[in-house]
C-alpha cells in the first residue's frame, strides 16, 4: 500500500502545504481520554488560539472511521489547520492510521494537516500523507507556536532598539 501511494505522489514533498504563518483557528483530532490531549493543550501557548475538537477512536475497529467522520465534520469549518495527534503505541495499535481512505482523506483535504502520530520508529501512512509529521503532541504545538514566538521576540528586540534611540535623543 505504501508503495502503491508512493507511486501516485500522495507522500511527494512538492505536493506539501506550509503550515500558514500566525495559525489561528485550529481542528483538533484526538481522543477526548487519555495524556495526549492534554500534552497538546499544556504546550500550546497563550496566542488566542480557537480550537475546534472532535473526538476520535485512534485505535480498534472503529478507529478509521472514526477518523474519516472527524474529518468530514472540519470539511466546512474555517480552520487555517488540522491537526491530528495520537500517542505512541506498538504498530498494531497504530494501524488504523495506515488505512487508504484516510491516507487519500488527509491529502485532499483543504487546508494543511500536521500528525503527530506515535514515536520515530513507527511512522504510519497518514504521517507520510500529512502536510507536516511530527512524532508527538508537544512537536505540534512547537509548530504552531513558532510564528507567534517569533513575533513576540521581534516585538521585544524592537521596543528595545526603540528604547535605545530614544534615550540617544533624549542625552543628545
Known sequence: LKQKLEIEGLFSPERKRPVPEFPQRIGLITSESGAVIHDFLNNLGKFGYHISFVHSQVEGQVAVRSLLTAIEYFKG???????????????????????????????????PVICGIGHDKDVPLASLAADVAVSTPTAVTTILNRSWEKAISEILATEKEFIYTYQNVLDA
Open 77 to 111: 469549518k474555517k480552520i487555517d489547520v488540522l491537526v491530528i495527534i495520537r500517542g505512541g503505541g506498538s504498530l498494531e495499535s497504530l494501524q488504523a492510521f495506515n488505512n487508504e481512505s484516510l491516507v487519500r482523506e488527509i491529502v485532499s483535504f483543504k487546508v
